[in-house]
């Protein structure tokens, strides 16, 4: 009943939490079908990860199948999938740290940057961390054929404590559609349109997980610091999904037909977003987005070909994309997605998320 809870704490009259709680009922029963409803297949580490950088900050549990990633003072760390894919759909229950954690960002995301460098693919979940007794915020964004410069960020606040227990994350991605999916819950969907021509991802991806030190942007603009006599800060990973069509990155071929293996994903369920996934989308949209691109005028004098603008929601945003209520969190996102002693992970660094910066 964690979501009924939260919907008193917003809206606290007595007729108002009971006008809410056959909504907040629905809602946990929607989430709490669609988690077994999903048919997932989870993997050991070794069946389809390996180390990306700082191998000495990851802890593999005894049976391969939890990872944690950790950051001290001496670097971050970071996995790869050991496969690129063709389109697929990629979950993980990650944990984040506790207690403070401004500063730091854990991300868990997709991208094809080591092979196409200056116009490469990219879809993201970033969690941004915060000082004691704030909460983790996050962010999802999308970029193609290096379409840095046309950033697609959403920022949301949590109606959990992520640092508290498991959630799942997931990306579906397919030459269609594109969701993200937290619970299950499907929070955002990207529809791809004509009109997007490169913006839209379709080179093969790899799967990145991260945690790394971001004290130049991650909370209140850089003024919150990654205190390090808090180290060292762990995010777990677990019920490890990659399914797709496997390919090399160059020839972008595979030992399958991803002609088939993809109309399979698509023939998922979690392809499509049912009309009780929609209102949840819809709650979810109403109550915990605080920056949309689409709305953010100053960006984009026309909103992007996918952006499909709601009026409500336009009344609900400024010309800046940001909720009409004060809300002072992030800031520049110049990311530097790197630690030390990686040629590979230094790669990202400046490739995506900058246009965060008018957040």
Known sequence: MELYHHFLLLHPSASTRISLLPLAICLLLFITSKASAFNRTTIRFDE???????????DRSPDDKTVRLLLNRISGSGIISS?????????????????????????????????????HDELDFEFLGNVNGQPWRFQ????????????????????????????????FWSPKNIIFYVDDVP??????????????????????????????????????????????????????VLEGCRVDPLEQ??????????????????????????????WFHE???????????????????????VPSERERFRD??????????????KRH??????????RHSAASGKDAAAL
């Open 48 to 58: 389809g990860y390996s180390p990306l950088f700082s191998d000495f900050n990851i």
């Open 83 to 119: 496969d690129y894919y063709n389109y697929g759909f990629f979950s993980a229950r990650i944990k984040l740290p506790t207690d403070y954690t401004a500063g730091i960002v854990v991300a868990f995301y997709t991208s094809n940057i080591d092979t196409w460098e200056k116009n």
């Open 140 to 171: 999802t964004n999308m970029y193609g054929g290096g379409s840095t410069s046309r950033g697609r960020e959403e920022r949301y606040r949590f109606w959990f404590d992520p640092s508290k227990e498991f959630h799942q994350y997931s990306i």
């Open 187 to 240: 929070i955002r969907e990207i529809v791809h349109h004509r009109a997007m021509g490169g913006d839209y991802p379709s080179k093969p991806m790899s799967l990145y997980a991260t945690i790394w030190d971001a004290s130049s942007w991650a909370t209140n603009g850089g003024k919150e610091k990654v205190d390090y006599k808090y180290e060292p800060f762990a995010s777990e990973f677990k019920d490890l």
């Open 253 to 282: 071929i595979s030992s399958t037909n991803c002609t088939d293996r993809i109309a399979r994903l698509i023939a998922q369920e979690y392809a499509t977003i049912t009309p009780e996934g929609r209102k949840a989308m819809k």
């Open 287 to 309: 109550r915990y987005v605080y920056y949309s691109y689409c709305y953010d005028n100053l960006r984009y004098n026309v909103p992007l070909p996918e952006c499909v603008i």
């Open 320 to 333: 800046t994309g940001r909720l009409r209520e004060k809300m002072r969190f992030g800031g520049s996102n």
């Open 337 to 346: 997605r790197r630690g030390r002693n990686s040629r590979r992970r230094s």
